[in-house]
């Protein structure tokens, strides 16, 4: 029985890998462990409960102050033991997080096969997003094989060098997890408290945001909510103190802004389904909204998600205030413009990535006969 270790350590990820964890257990021709790495930490454990999923091993790296250099060692470190304790016939990764990174260095130095679930995404932009983009494109240096998501993702891996049989297209695993989180009977009492306007709900983040462009997004967010009496906000608040310092000094104390902890996965996709527009830098998002049928204001310079922004499910609205400030303002007065990009066609797939990845997996064992 061929052995894979599945490894994962941010809440995205956790999203992501989870749906593929579960077809994973119920193939009983492969022996599946889960090691987290814990760069996330309360986050990530939300997200395995809402899928019943326990790990078999939790490196629990994070701590107070971690950088990048640390979370690096303590996953590469970490992840050695595990490999040598399991000796895996495979090691999926996924995305471009620096656990994806250290753990594919990790599986390498031991010549371990390893598999990228969401390979070839890029921007060619190595400062944004940061680090991400050296991660990604890091991982698919070292890789056995690839799970792309979408045509432009293979056409990257290819342009790159990347041999075409090693590369399966497979549409996303988020679209997979939509299945299990998104309820038609779903209450809550936020939602309750937005059911009669027009709910916009925001995410914010991103490492190389932080600062004046963060500042120049949140006072155009509060610019629109003073001038759309029938608006109201959503923000679950990241947990970096410096992200809270600046939602805090622009956005606090507006009677139709709230400013909430993070919301488990279960709570946020039917948050996404129960608004009316999105406005965020974070990337898994521009996946699940489009699925939703949501138009998403995507507030960075550069998507690796280009297929979104050719659907026109996604629009690049960049980081200025007037900028952010004009593009949310023609979606809730131009009804055809809305509907335009709420219909659009998403490209991310039709929910059984998984099921695919699976298939290529064991295309994968065979070619090794």
């Known amino acids: 029985m061929k052995k894979i270790l599945l490894v994962f350590g941010t809440r995205p990820e956790a999203i992501k890998m989870c749906p593929l964890i579960k077809k994973f257990k119920m193939n009983k021709q492969y022996k599946i462990v889960v090691c987290l790495t814990g760069q996330h930490r309360e986050m990530l454990k939300s997200v395995m409960e809402t899928f019943e999923i326990e790990a078999d091993y939790n490196l629990d790296i994070m701590k107070q102050g971690q950088s990048l250099a640390s979370i690096t060692t303590d996953v590469l470190n970490g ?8 000796c895996p016939d495979l090691v999926l990764v996924h995305g471009d997080t ?28 190595m400062q944004s997003p940061f680090p991400e983009e050296f991660n990604r494109q890091s991982v698919d240096l070292i890789c056995n094989i690839y799970f792309a998501p979408t045509d432009i993702a293979r056409d990257n891996l290819i342009k790159e060098g990347k041999s075409a049989n090693k590369i399966y297209v497979t549409g996303n695993t988020v679209i997979d997890a939509l299945s ?9 009492e936020q939602i309750d408290w937005s059911k009669d306007s027009r709910l916009i709900l925001v ?26 009496d029938d608006v109201k906000v959503i923000y679950p608040v ?10 805090d000094e622009i956005l606090k104390g507006h009677d139709r802004i709230r400013l909430i902890e993070p919301l488990d996965v279960l709570d946020f996709h039917n948050f996404m389904k ?16 489009p699925s939703l049928g949501k138009p998403v204001l995507v ?13 026109g499910t996604l629009k690049i609205v960049g980081t200025s205030k007037e900028s952010i400030y004009q593009e949310t303002k023609l979606l809730l007065e131009n009804e055809e413009e809305y509907m335009k990009m709420s219909n659009a066609i998403n490209p991310y797939g039709d929910g059984h990535a998984s099921e695919k990845i699976i298939e290529a997996v064991n295309q994968f064992f065979l070619c090794q006969r």
């Open 79 to 86: 992840i050695s033991d595990v490999l040598d304790k399991e």
């Open 203 to 228: 995410t914010a983040h991103r490492r190389e945001n932080i600062g004046q462009p963060m500042r120049e997004m949140f006072m155009a967010i509060k610019r629109v909510v003073d001038e759309f």
């Open 98 to 125: 620096t656990t994806s990174y250290a753990t594919a260095l990790a599986a390498f130095y031991k010549s371990i096969p390893v598999g990228h679930v969401e390979a070839g995404l890029r921007t060619y932009n």
């Open 299 to 311: 507030m960075r310079d550069t998507t690796e998600r280009p297929e979104g922004v050719a659907a």
């Open 274 to 289: 129960k608004s009316y527009l999105i406005l965020t830098d974070s990337g898994g998002i521009q996946e699940e909204a």
């Open 238 to 247: 990241h947990l970096n103190p410096k992200v809270r310092e600046i939602a």
């Open 180 to 188: 299990t989180t998104v309820l038609e009977s779903y209450e809550h």
